[in-house]
């Protein structure tokens, strides 16, 4: 019996090309390499490694490479050379790897670089037929992917956060470094603290507004510092002031930071204070003293207050002398010390030294006021006798001149008049009027 097929339904049913040209919506067509097993054999396992070699680099493996790749190479070509293993590799071979030299009739090398020529393109995107599409990084490489339409792009162009710009890169990087010269600033370290526990010196919280300078004190991160020296003038990439510094540690170290570093530093460190300066401090800045000048004591002018009738006579009766201690520690023993005449005595004046000599202008004074000088024998409460020194009869705006005069080295310029006790200019006969 015949069959009979209506041909309005011959038209509506689809062909086998319609069928594999169509979608394919059950994803028969989606074949993945065949995966390796634990126990596969070893020549399976070491092919992978030469596919993993190609996904990585996009080539295989050369002779030319390092010795893992020649390695790699020495095995492909081991492979294709023979033809026992073709059967057993071939599910694993997704690159064509395995047709040798002598079947393309070319040498082993050339081989290897006909199986990856295919591979990679100079750089440019590949025609890849859809069924042989295997991987993303063949979608990417893929010329279809190039061409495709990534839209409106402007959401990625910065406009309104300012680009991020190269720093600029220090000259040189503050370091932490020990203090060869530590001992010249210890001193300053010991008065600082001892004045900050009596309460003598304050501080305040670091402001980023305020002026560093040379001879300021600073708490950072919970340690004393010193600015010891600024150094050149220089402006960092904004053009703020940001000179090299010299800063000294009370823990014996020292660092050469940026001004600009130090001040930010101190501003983030919610401990960062600054210590604040004593009156004595602003008066010696203002005196052009610094930290530099080393404080070597005072010179005192003191007058005897003896009931001694001899000592009385004398007129304009002064001691000049010299400590490393305040004038008033220096007297509290008078009563019992000849070099004060074993008395009381009234403090008359006294001048802070810097960088002095005790030694050498003791002697410049007891020189230059020789004619004045105390000449005389006196007998002391045990009975012996002694001879004072550092006193001399000269009025005390005489006696403050010479001294001042010593210190700043004018002194080579005058002469004492002994007739009328008074400081002269050399080679003048007017009398000069001290400036004390």
């Not at 011959?10 to 994803?27: H, K, V």
């Not at 014996?252 to 210590?275: C, F, I, P, W």
């Amino acid at each position: 019996m015949a069959i009979r097929h209506s041909k309005s339904k011959m038209a509506n049913r689809l062909s086998l090309d319609d069928i594999f040209s169509g979608p394919d919506e059950f994803g028969l067509l989606d074949v993945a390499p065949k995966a390796i097993s634990q126990n596969a054999p070893i020549e399976i396992t070491n092919f992978e490694a030469i596919n993993a070699f190609v996904d990585q680099h996009g080539r295989a493996p050369s002779q030319d490479g390092d010795l893992a790749e020649k390695l790699l190479a020495r095995r492909l070509a081991g492979y294709q050379n023979n033809s026992s293993f073709h059967s057993t590799l071939a599910p694993y071979d997704r690159y064509g790897l395995l047709v040798s030299g002598k079947e393309k009739g070319i040498a082993p090398q050339e081989a290897l670089e006909a199986a990856s020529c295919d591979l990679v393109d100079d750089g440019q995107p590949k025609n890849i037929p859809p069924d042989e599409v295997t991987s993303l990084d063949d979608i990417f490489a893929s010329a279809e992917f190039n061409d495709l339409n990534l839209g409106d792009q402007s959401l990625f162009d910065i406009k309104h956060v300012p680009a991020i710009t190269e720093r600029e890169q220090p000259d040189e990087i503050a370091q932490r470094r020990v203090c060869e010269d530590f001992y010249q600033f210890e001193p300053i370290f010991l008065e600082v603290q001892q004045g900050l526990k009596s309460g003598e010196m304050k501080t305040v919280r670091f402001n980023l507004t305020s002026r560093v300078e040379e001879g300021d004190l600073f708490i950072m991160e919970g340690v004393l510092c010193l600015i010891d020296e600024i150094g050149e003038y220089r402006e960092d990439s904004q053009g703020r002031y940001d000179p090299r510094l010299r800063v000294i540690f009370e823990n014996g170290t020292e660092s050469n930071h940026l001004l600009q570093s130090l001040a930010k530093r101190l501003y983030m460190d919610e401990t960062g204070r600054r210590v604040v300066r004593s009156a004595e401090s602003v008066v010696d800045a203002f005196n052009n003293i610094s930290h530099k000048d080393k404080r070597a004591g005072q010179i005192y002018f003191v007058t005897t207050l003896s009931d001694n009738p001899v000592l009385k006579a004398i007129p304009n009766l002064i001691k000049i002398g010299y400590t490393e201690q305040t004038v008033e520690e220096r007297i509290k023993n008078a009563e019992r010390d000849i070099a004060f005449l074993e008395a009381p005595v009234k403090i008359l004046a006294s001048i802070e030294c810097y960088n002095l000599n005790p030694n050498k202008f003791e002697s410049l004074i007891h020189g230059f006021l020789h004619a004045q000088r105390l000449k005389m024998t006196l007998v002391g409460k045990d009975g012996k006798n002694y001879s004072p020194k550092e006193w001399f009869s000269v009025p005390l705006d005489t006696a403050r001149e010479v001294v001042r005069r010593i210190i700043d080295g004018s002194i080579v310029h005058y002469r004492m008049d002994n007739t009328t006790g008074r400081l002269v200019g050399k080679g003048e006969g007017r009398q000069l009027e001290g400036y004390l």
